[in-house]
């Protein structure tokens, strides 16, 4: 899509979770809001990671699948009609001389008051095992991401991997599959308590100081695998359908680095305004720091209406950051279209 010759209030940069509440507040302030991402869809790396995976730790969902919860924040983001810029890099950002923040991307010029950096973190894509007689199975049975759990219905699962990913993958698919082994190449994990114990009480197959020495199977298809256990290197070779391997992704903030905002180890840092060093620039949720700064889906949310909120007295000094409460706001708004009627 191409560039809009009126600058708008608020242009967030990122359309994951954080990006898109951060959307549904500005519109909420009655701010004009664009959002822009480079993704061909909205959601960030739910929708292009983990669309069918449970997700326990929303505020208001016992679990919800992360499909489902970036279907509810894109109906509640565009109910104010942001403008929406998908499969759009922004690559520069630069202060004009009448104080308006201009965005460079692949396919035009943005002009925009304030920016709210929402990116994630930054590009991603999983990492692989960089071992091209491992990694030449990709798409033949191997897998670095789930898309979709019916993918896996009936098949013998060999799960590699100790994070949230692995765990929360492994036991997503335990109704879907035939049968599931998971191996983990030490004895501590780094998913959530709740899930190891959630593991551990599973039919799964769980296999500590095991790691993956090679696939086998026809030119077409994975039919099994060796694994070895890494202290006394002895091998065993279950007859598998699929390989799962969550190894963690690889991000690059890219163009980010060069736009003047303070870096800090892959993020950039923010006061508890979520101001970055530059004025008018904010940011929220994964790409951000500050001390203390958890990297949760709920707490970008929380970061996404700072933000936004201290946007607000950025681009009017009389406002006040406080919104009021929500009901209260929505009644008003309701009484002037009735009497507009």
Same mark, same amino acid.
Request: aromatic share 8%.
């Given at each position: 899509?191409?560039?809009?010759?009126?600058?708008?209030?608020? /242009?967030? +940069?990122?359309?994951?979770?954080?990006?898109?509440?951060?959307?549904?507040?500005?519109?909420? &302030?009655?701010?004009?809001? $664009? !959002?822009?991402?480079?993704?061909?869809?909205?959601?960030?790396?739910?929708?292009?990671?983990?669309?069918?995976?449970?997700?326990?730790?929303?505020?208001?969902?016992?679990?919800? !699948?992360?499909?489902?919860?970036?279907?509810?924040?894109?109906?509640?983001?565009?109910?104010?009609?942001?403008? +929406?810029?998908?499969?759009?890099?922004?690559?520069?950002?630069?202060?004009?001389?009448?104080?308006?923040?201009?965005? %460079?991307?692949?396919?035009?010029?943005?002009?925009? &008051?304030?920016?709210?950096?929402?990116?994630?973190?930054?590009?991603?894509?999983?990492?692989?095992? *960089?071992?091209?007689?491992?990694?030449?199975?990709?798409? &033949?049975?191997?897998?670095?991401?789930?898309?979709?759990?019916? =993918?896996?219905?009936? $098949?013998?699962?060999?799960?590699?991997?100790?994070?949230?990913?692995?765990?929360?993958?492994?036991?997503?698919?335990?109704?879907?599959?035939?049968?599931?082994?998971?191996?983990?190449?030490?004895?501590?994990?780094?998913?959530?308590?709740?899930?190891?114990?959630?593991?551990?009480?599973?039919? +799964?197959?769980?296999?500590?100081?095991?790691?993956?020495?090679? +696939?086998?199977?026809?030119?077409?298809?994975?039919?099994?695998?060796?694994?070895?256990?890494?202290?006394? &290197?002895?091998?065993?070779?279950?007859?598998?359908?699929?390989? !799962?391997?969550?190894?963690? !992704?690889?991000?690059?903030?890219?163009?980010?680095?060069?736009?003047?905002?303070?870096?800090?180890?892959?993020?950039?840092?923010?006061?508890? *305004?979520? =101001? /970055?060093?530059?004025?008018?620039?904010?940011?929220?949720?994964?790409?951000?720091?500050?001390?203390?700064?958890? $990297?949760?889906?709920?707490? %970008?949310?929380? =970061?996404?209406? /700072?933000?936004?909120?201290?946007?607000?007295?950025?681009?009017?000094?009389?406002?006040?950051?406080?919104?009021?409460?929500?009901?209260?706001?929505?009644?008003?708004?309701?009484?002037?279209?009735? *009497?507009?009627?």
């Amino acid at each position: 899509m191409g560039s809009d010759s009126d600058p708008y209030d608020i /242009t967030i +940069i990122g359309a994951g979770p954080t990006g898109l509440f951060a959307a549904y507040y500005a519109g909420f &302030r009655g701010l004009r809001t $664009k !959002l822009i991402d480079s993704q061909p869809d909205l959601g960030g790396q739910v929708t292009a990671l983990y669309p069918d995976k449970w997700i326990y730790d929303v505020a208001g969902f016992p679990k919800v !699948l992360g499909k489902d919860l970036v279907q509810n924040l894109v109906a509640q983001a565009t109910q104010y009609n942001p403008a +929406i810029h998908l499969n759009e890099s922004v690559q520069t950002l630069d202060r004009s001389d009448d104080g308006l923040i201009r965005l %460079g991307t692949d396919l035009g010029e943005h002009l925009t &008051r304030v920016v709210i950096i929402t990116a994630g973190i930054g590009a991603f894509t999983p990492k692989t095992f *960089k071992r091209p007689e491992l990694d030449q199975w990709l798409g &033949r049975g191997l897998s670095f991401a789930v898309r979709s759990k019916e =993918e896996f219905r009936g $098949k013998r699962l060999l799960v590699i991997g100790g994070g949230d990913s692995a765990l929360d993958w492994a036991l997503g698919l335990v109704d879907y599959a035939k049968e599931i082994t998971l191996i983990h190449r030490r004895d501590v994990f780094r998913a959530h308590e709740d899930s190891v114990r959630k593991l551990f009480a599973s039919p +799964i197959q769980v296999k500590l100081f095991y790691e993956l020495k090679s +696939i086998e199977g026809t030119d077409d298809r994975v039919s099994s695998a060796v694994i070895y256990q890494n202290k006394t &290197r002895e091998e065993e070779r279950p007859n598998v359908d699929a390989v !799962l391997a969550f190894l963690g !992704l690889v991000s690059n903030l890219g163009p980010i680095r060069e736009w003047g905002v303070q870096i800090l180890e892959d993020s950039i840092v923010t006061n508890t *305004k979520m =101001e /970055t060093t530059l004025p008018g620039v904010y940011a929220a949720g994964d790409v951000v720091t500050f001390p203390g700064k958890l $990297k949760l889906i709920v707490t %970008g949310f929380g =970061e996404a209406a /700072t933000a936004v909120n201290n946007a607000v007295t950025y681009i009017n000094p009389s406002a006040s950051a406080f919104p009021g409460h929500s009901s209260a706001i929505m009644e008003q708004k309701e009484k002037a279209a009735a *009497k507009a009627h």
